[in-house]
């Protein structure tokens, strides 16, 4: 599914066939989940190929290697350069990118020496979630901001994701919506969450998410069109039947949600502030006006 004989990777400081890059085995990352990433997306404009949002991308990858203590000394402008020439070596405009690092070998539980920078893309045209999504409230907790730098994009972290959205599938939902160790709505899986009641936005406040791009670029799209939203703390029981609610990232893009618990949203989709945000997104990210 993610790649070839033909695919063609960046992998410490070359570009080289997917199936020739190797992994250390002595590695924290591998042992520990001690490793950061970024998920990005490029698209096929009328002015060609646009990574979107490519220098806050990289601005957060290097913010998470400074919050992990791992030594990466790549510069924004070359990491964009870098990512485009793999966009090009592999003939790709809608595609997914993957920056990857990873440390040295080290199996002490002990910051990391050296890095490795991983660049890696796949096409891929729409997003990995389907709207209508019929979700429940987890189980499982977000991690705990005094525990993990939660603001960091860190490998270890989605092991907690895994646990949560593989148990909602067992139970016959799409997706799982996380709490933080007051109660309050976080997140998905994978995923910043927005609901609408009465025009009017709300999103979990800053604590226990990760304050994705997407979601950062949900809010000038609400400032663009006059729609208002609100940051702030609430429960699971404050979203059941709202007007509608969506999840939004990067891969996800804008999605719609069906229902909470078993209990829908209520208005028509198209009929909503979300709606035409979704449109608008996809407008957006193409190169195409609003």
């Not at 190797?22 to 990433?37: A, N, R, T």
């Not at 790709?92 to 890095?115: E, H, W």
């Not at 995923?191 to 025009?199: H, L, M, Q, R």
Request: overall charge negative; aromatic content about 14%.
């Amino acid at each position: 599914m993610y790649y070839n004989s033909k695919t063609i990777v960046y992998f410490n400081g070359n570009f080289l066939k997917a199936e020739e890059a190797g992994i250390d085995l002595y590695g924290q990352s591998l042992h520990y989940g001690y490793s950061i990433f970024e998920g990005i997306k490029s698209y096929k404009t009328d002015r060609g190929t646009k990574i979107f949002k490519a220098k806050e991308h990289y601005e957060r990858l290097k913010r998470s290697a400074e919050l992990m203590h791992i030594p990466f000394d790549y510069q924004v402008g070359e990491l964009m350069e870098l990512t485009y020439e793999l966009l090009e070596r592999n003939g790709f405009s809608d595609a997914y990118i993957r920056p990857l690092v990873t440390c040295s070998s080290n199996m002490s539980l002990s910051k990391g020496q050296k890095s490795y920078l991983s660049l890696l893309a796949w096409e891929w045209s729409n997003g990995y979630l389907a709207d209508k999504m019929k979700i429940m409230t987890s189980g499982f907790q977000r991690p705990n901001p005094n525990a993990f730098k939660i603001e960091a994009k860190v490998g270890g972290h989605y092991v907690n994701s895994i646990l949560a959205c593989q148990d909602a599938k067992d139970k016959g939902y799409d997706e799982a919506l996380l709490l933080d160790e007051y109660g309050n709505v976080a997140e998905s899986s994978g995923a910043n969450i927005f609901y609408e009641k009465d025009g009017t936005l709300f999103t979990p406040a800053k604590g226990s998410i990760l304050p994705g791009i997407t979601r950062q670029t949900v809010f000038e799209i609400c400032s663009e069109l006059n729609i208002p939203v609100k940051e702030t703390f609430f429960k699971p029981e404050e979203m059941r039947g709202a007007d509608a609610a969506f999840f939004c990232g990067t891969a996800a893009e804008i999605v719609a949600l069906d229902s909470l618990d078993d209990v829908p949203f209520t208005k028509n989709w198209k009929d909503t502030a979300s709606g035409k945000i979704q449109q608008a997104y996809y407008k957006l990210v193409r190169g195409l006006s609003l």
